[in-house]
C-alpha cells in the first residue's frame, strides 16, 4: 500500500472514530436532557460526514473495523432520533398548551375585556 493510500484510510478511520465520540456525546446530553448542548453538536456531526465524503475513494468503509464501527453507531442513532422525536413532541405539546392559554395572542385587544369593569 502506498503511503498516500495509507494516509487517506488513515484520516477516514480518524473521522469515523470522531464520529463516534460526538454521537456517544450527543446521547449523553439527550439523555440528560441538555438539549442546547445537543444541538450545538448536530452541526459538528454533520460536518464529519461531509469530511467523510470529501476524502478520495478508499476501501475504509469495507474494512472490519469500520463495519464493528458501524454495528456500534447503528443502535446510538436509533435511541438518539427516538429521545430526539420524543423530545420534540413534548416540547410542541407544551407549545400548543401555552398557546392555548396565551388570550392576549388567540383575542387580540379584544383578549382584555376580562380586564374590564362593567
Known amino acids: 500500500m502506498h503511503d498516500d493510500e495509507q494516509k487517506i ?7 469515523w472514530r470522531k464520529y463516534i465520540v460526538i454521537t456517544k456525546e450527543m446521547l449523553k446530553f ?4 441538555d438539549v442546547d448542548m445537543f444541538l ?19 476501501k475504509f468503509r469495507e474494512t472490519e473495523e ?3 464501527m458501524i454495528e456500534e453507531i447503528k443502535p446510538m442513532d436509533m ?6 422525536r420524543a423530545w420534540l413532541n ?3 405539546r407544551q407549545n400548543s398548551a401555552v398557546k392555548s392559554y396565551d388570550l392576549t ?7 382584555r375585556i376580562f380586564n374590564q369593569k362593567y
Open 79 to 84: 435511541q438518539i432520533m427516538y429521545k430526539a
Open 90 to 92: 413534548k416540547s410542541r
Open 66 to 68: 469500520c463495519r464493528a
Open 40 to 58: 450545538e453538536l448536530v452541526p459538528q456531526r454533520s460536518q464529519l460526514i461531509e469530511m467523510m465524503k470529501a476524502l478520495p475513494p478508499n
Open 9 to 15: 484510510l488513515d484520516d477516514a478511520r480518524a473521522l
Open 30 to 33: 439527550i439523555d440528560k436532557k
Open 105 to 111: 395572542s388567540a383575542f387580540g385587544n379584544r383578549g
